[in-house]
């Protein structure tokens, strides 16, 4: 069984960083792309950062400059660089894998870390 555990969360003032790290073990299989994903309070879900295997990056335009997606194989861990933080910023953070393991596209998902901004 695959399991993505994340951590790193927490409250920040305005204009602070936090590094969210999301850790990965399991045979999950060949690796598509790498996502970070935010859910504020509610609204839905949506994707602000996304890593290819072939290294290509995307961010939706509000983080773009301020969040950094990336991963270190060695330690089966991919990690969001978080600075420049707004009040907007604020929801719970989902790592998530897209694979391909037995011949099918699937999505793993980790259990979410709330990350909050005060103003």
């Known amino acids: 069984q695959v399991q993505l555990v994340e951590s790193g969360g927490g409250l920040v003032q305005a204009g602070g960083s936090l590094r969210l790290s999301c850790a990965a073990s399991g045979s999950i299989g060949s690796i598509n792309s790498l996502g970070w994903y935010r859910q504020a309070p509610g609204k839905q879900r949506e994707l602000v950062a996304a890593?290819?295997?072939?290294?290509?990056?995307n961010y939706i335009e509000s983080v773009k400059g301020r969040f950094t997606i990336s991963r270190d194989n060695a330690k089966n861990t991919m990690y969001l660089q978080m600075n420049s933080l707004k009040a907007e910023d604020t929801g719970v953070y989902y790592c998530?894998?897209?694979?391909?393991?037995?011949?099918?596209?699937?999505?793993?998902w980790g259990q979410g870390t709330q990350v909050t901004v005060s103003s």
């Open positions: 998530n894998v897209a694979s391909v393991r037995r011949g099918v596209l699937q999505g793993y």
């Open positions: 890593l290819t295997s072939t290294g290509i990056t």
